[in-house]
């Protein structure tokens, strides 16, 4: 037995962050925002289909350390909706040959940036 892959993370934002949220996560990373359940509505927060969910937390303290790692086709361009929209993409330089960066979402959690090849 064994585990074969990871179903989603979630993310904490507060109460009322969605449009936030949005902006972001749809608008400057691309990502699709998919229902969730409509016994699960109610919660507030949202789902995005590549695997992130955002739930709300009423004294929601953004994560420094703990994030998720999403591999992107075009880093570059997504680097220029982060500025655009006044994000700061932080590149790491430890890897070599491997381009990948952090940036931090409207509430403060670290979302680490990978190029995919």
Do not use: C
């Not at 949005?22 to 995005?48: C, N, Q, S």
């Not at 591999?71 to 040959?97: H, K, S, T, Y």
């Amino acid at each position: 037995m064994s585990v074969v892959r990871i179903d989603h993370v979630q993310l904490a934002i507060p109460p009322g962050g969605e449009d936030r949220a949005r902006a972001f996560y749809i608008t400057v990373l691309g990502l699709h925002e998919v229902p969730k359940p409509e016994d699960m509505r109610a919660r507030g927060g949202m789902w995005f289909a590549e695997g992130i969910h955002l739930g709300i937390e009423p004294d929601m303290r953004p994560s420094a350390k703990m994030h998720p790692a999403l591999v992107v086709d075009d880093l570059p361009a997504i680097e220029a909706r982060l500025a655009a929209a006044g994000f700061e993409f932080n590149e790491a330089r430890d890897q070599p040959g491997v381009r990948r960066g952090h940036t931090r979402d409207p509430f403060g959690n670290r979302i680490e940036l990978v190029a995919g090849t």
